[in-house]
C-alpha cells in the first residue's frame, strides 16, 4: 500500500467559487503545481476529494462537473497526472453544520478517502488530508489519516478563527482545542506552517505548496 494527500479541490487548488457551476471561473492556484511535483517526489499519492452539493442542488449536472474538472486539469498541466484520482458527493447539507456526518461521502464523513484507499491500495494510516474548511480536517480524522494540515487560502482564515481555540463537538464527543502542544517541525524555504493545539487540526500552513514542504519536513525528522 502506498501514502496519500487527499486534497480538497475549492480554496485548496483552485480559487474558491461559492457554488462553482461555470468552467469559466476555474483558476487554479499558481502555487498548486509545484506542490503536487513536491507530494508526488515525496512518493504520495495526490487524491482529490470534494464535496459538490451544486450538483444536488441542480447548479449543474455531473457532465458539466467533469467539464470542470478537466479545466483544472488542463490549467495544472503535467502535474495533473499527478492526480491519481477525483472523488465527488453531491450530498446536499442539512443541518448546516460542517462538523456533523450527515451522509457517509460527504466530508466530514470518510467515505470518500475510504474508497479512494479502496480502489487505489492507500495506507490511510500513512496519509494526510489537507483542505481549507473543518469539514475536511474532520474527513481525515474520521477516515484515520495521519495527520491533517489547514490550509489559509479559500476559506482556511476563517476556519482557523472559528475553531483554533475552541470546542469542537463531533459526532457526540467535545474534542478541547487548546489542550495539548505539538511541536512544528523547522521548515526551509520560508515555510512556517503554524502547529495549533487541536485534536483535529494538526498543522496550519499558509497555501498548498507550504504543506507539502512541512509534510517533506516531516518525513524527514
Not at 73 to 89: F, T, V
Not at 111 to 134: E, R, T, V
Request: hydrophobic share 40%; charged share 20%; with cysteine.
Amino acid at each position: 500500500m502506498k501514502p496519500a494527500v487527499f486534497l480538497d479541490r475549492d480554496g485548496t487548488i483552485i480559487e474558491q467559487v461559492h457554488h462553482l457551476s461555470k468552467v469559466e471561473d476555474v483558476a487554479v492556484y499558481p502555487f498548486a503545481r509545484e506542490a503536487l511535483q513536491r507530494f508526488h517526489r515525496l512518493g504520495y499519492q495526490c487524491v482529490v476529494v470534494t464535496n459538490q452539493s451544486a450538483v444536488g442542488r441542480g447548479l449543474l449536472n455531473e457532465h458539466e462537473l467533469a467539464v470542470i474538472h478537466d479545466e483544472m486539469r488542463k490549467q495544472l498541466g503535467a502535474e495533473a497526472e499527478l492526480i491519481r484520482g477525483i472523488y465527488y458527493s453531491t450530498a446536499v447539507p442539512v443541518s448546516g453544520d460542517p462538523r456533523i456526518i450527515e451522509q457517509h461521502d460527504r466530508k466530514p464523513g470518510p467515505g470518500m478517502l475510504m474508497q479512494a484507499a479502496q480502489d487505489l491500495n492507500l495506507d490511510l494510516a500513512a496519509s494526510w488530508m489537507i483542505g481549507d474548511a473543518i469539514s475536511d480536517i474532520l474527513a481525515g480524522r474520521n477516515a484515520g489519516c495521519r495527520g491533517t494540515i489547514l490550509v489559509r487560502t479559500g476559506y482556511g482564515t476563517r476556519t482557523e478563527f472559528e475553531h483554533v481555540g475552541t470546542k469542537l463537538q463531533v459526532a457526540g464527543c467535545t474534542l478541547q482545542v487548546g489542550e495539548e502542544t505539538k511541536e512544528s517541525p523547522q521548515l526551509s524555504n520560508g515555510a512556517s506552517p503554524q502547529p495549533v493545539s487541536c485534536p483535529a487540526i494538526d498543522y496550519i500552513a499558509d497555501t498548498l505548496l507550504a504543506a507539502a514542504q512541512l509534510v517533506g519536513e516531516h518525513d524527514s525528522q
